[in-house]
């Protein structure tokens, strides 16, 4: 059988396959309460018979947000709204996941389909915070957070993991990749920071770990938690594979259960590589040193492709994002490519031959 479509037990929770849809910002939510639009996209996914369903990046905060038309988690509203999403997509067969994020410096901006750019107090915009008052690109100057602004965010992480809960899902991801919050306080190129928040890898590390063990506390051992990682900044003097093994080691002894390895996303000027299955590297090796499970992600776009990296053991997991923007019902599609033989939805079962 197609390793792709062997079930994969993480905690108590066992996945129908391999194939996972990677969180997709859509800038549909309405005062960061998900819509009818979330509803059938995600629900879709499941019923095109994916292992795991993640919603996007979801604020734990207003201010955590990437525009003001991001998915958040902050309130018993949003708790509610959530519970028909993850209801439908377990009743399709899926385990429905959730993103918890902070954008911090690269939070207030505007949605990508009306171009780059901050979120003026008309849009909706905030004061963004970050770890030094650094600023990504062209948005603007970030306020430094204090202990005062650095304790919230831990316990708007915890508070957002116990209504995620509450909410029906089974798998929180942390987003501590492309350059939002987590990232920020781990690359030296945006942490500047001269207190026990910055400076040495340790250092760095700590607030992290901190949102890390804040989450597990009230996250159950029982249920799968994951990290996403950019496992390289592609720019000299930043954040890189050897301090993402340490990392992923630390986040393996803080309850951790899988790394999903992307990269980028840091700085504006980074040149990245990027191409067919240029990020399993990553996967692989953190995989190798640290011996925890990754889930490899970033144009992987074939069914041959995707049952490669499992073989050759370079991860565990496929997250993919855009290809499913394209083919809602990919894992149907793959598992007929690949000669396996899985169960359709019955409302569809009279096409599948």
């Not at 549909?28 to 629900?43: A, M, N, Q, R």
């Not at 996914?45 to 292992?51: F, K, M, N, Q, S």
């Not at 997509?89 to 954008?103: C, F, R, Y």
């Not at 598992?335 to 096409?351: C, F, H, I, M, T």
Request: net charge negative.
């Amino acid at each position: 059988m197609a390793q792709l479509f062997t079930p994969l037990k993480i905690a108590d929770v066992t996945f129908r396959n391999r194939i996972f849809v990677s969180p997709m910002c859509q800038y549909s939510s309405l005062g960061g309460l998900p819509t009818d639009w979330h509803l059938v996209h995600l629900g879709s996914r499941a019923v095109g018979g994916a292992g795991s369903v993640i919603v996007e990046a979801t604020a734990v905060s207003p201010e955590g947000r990437i525009s003001p038309d991001d998915s958040g988690i902050w309130s018993e509203d949003h708790e509610i709204a959530f519970k028909p999403i993850t209801r439908f997509i377990k009743e399709h067969g899926a385990v429905p996941g959730i993103q918890l994020a902070h954008a911090g410096r690269k939070a207030s901006t505007v949605p990508p389909w009306e171009g780059p750019g901050y979120a003026n107090e008309q849009r909706g915009g905030w004061q963004t915070i970050a770890p030094s008052a650094v600023p990504f690109g062209d948005l603007p100057i970030p306020l430094e957070m204090d202990k005062k602004d650095i304790q919230h965010v831990i316990d708007t992480f915890r508070e957002a993991a116990r209504r995620s809960l509450k909410a029906g899902f089974e798998l929180i991801e942390i987003h501590m990749a492309h350059g939002y919050l987590m990232h920020q306080f781990l690359s030296p190129l945006s942490n500047k920071r001269t207190d026990e928040y910055g400076g040495s890898l340790v250092n760095r590390m700590c607030l992290p770990l901190e949102v890390t063990r804040a989450v597990r506390e009230v996250w159950p051992e029982d249920l799968p938690l994951f990290v996403r990682i950019s496992s390289t900044d592609w720019a000299e003097g930043g954040w890189d594979l050897i301090q993402s093994i340490a990392l992923s080691s630390e986040l393996k002894a803080a309850g951790v259960d899988l790394i999903d390895c992307s990269s980028g996303g840091l700085v504006s000027y980074a040149k990245i590589p990027a191409g067919p299955g240029y990020q399993t590297a990553f996967a692989a090796e953190i995989r190798k040193q640290v011996g925890i499970l990754t889930g490899a992600v970033g144009m992987i776009t074939s069914p041959a492709q995707a049952e490669h990296i499992l073989r050759s053991e370079q991860a565990d997991a496929i997250l993919m994002a855009r290809e499913f923007l394209r083919d809602p019902y990919w894992p149907l599609h793959a598992a007929n490519e690949l000669g396996v033989d899985v169960e359709w939805p019955k409302q569809y079962a009279r096409a599948k031959k």
